[in-house]
């Protein structure tokens, strides 16, 4: 794994993992990051082009932001931000937040 930084519009102390990147061939998925959240930091609010990205919530717990919602999650749960949507999350938990981030690829005619 190689780390990453800037690719998810953090803000504070985050630590991000390339575990996957397509760098040949025609994955849907353009790449997986495991991303450590500690208590107070978050992926700030951002918006990407025409990518998809989908989070799942390993461990700890804290709050999403999408478009003009917000709302909790914890361990367990999946969450897409769809193409061109803003989104952001924060830690706002006593322990850190593992995620893992998936990127799609939008699907070429």
Request: glycine share 14%; with cysteine.
């Amino acid at each position: 794994m190689r780390t990453v930084s800037g690719d998810h519009g953090g803000a504070g102390s985050l630590n991000a993992w390339r575990a996957y990147d397509r760098s040949r061939g025609t994955s849907p998925i353009a790449f997986i990051d495991l991303v450590i959240l500690p208590a107070g930091s978050s992926i700030g609010l951002h918006r990407h082009g025409d990518d998809e990205e989908t989070y799942v919530v390993l461990r700890g717990c804290g709050t999403m932001t999408l478009g003009e919602e917000s709302f909790p999650v914890r361990a367990g749960d999946v969450i897409n931000n769809p193409a061109y949507g803003t989104h952001g999350l924060v830690n706002d938990g006593d322990e850190d937040l593992h995620l893992l981030v998936f990127e799609l690829a939008p699907e070429t005619p």
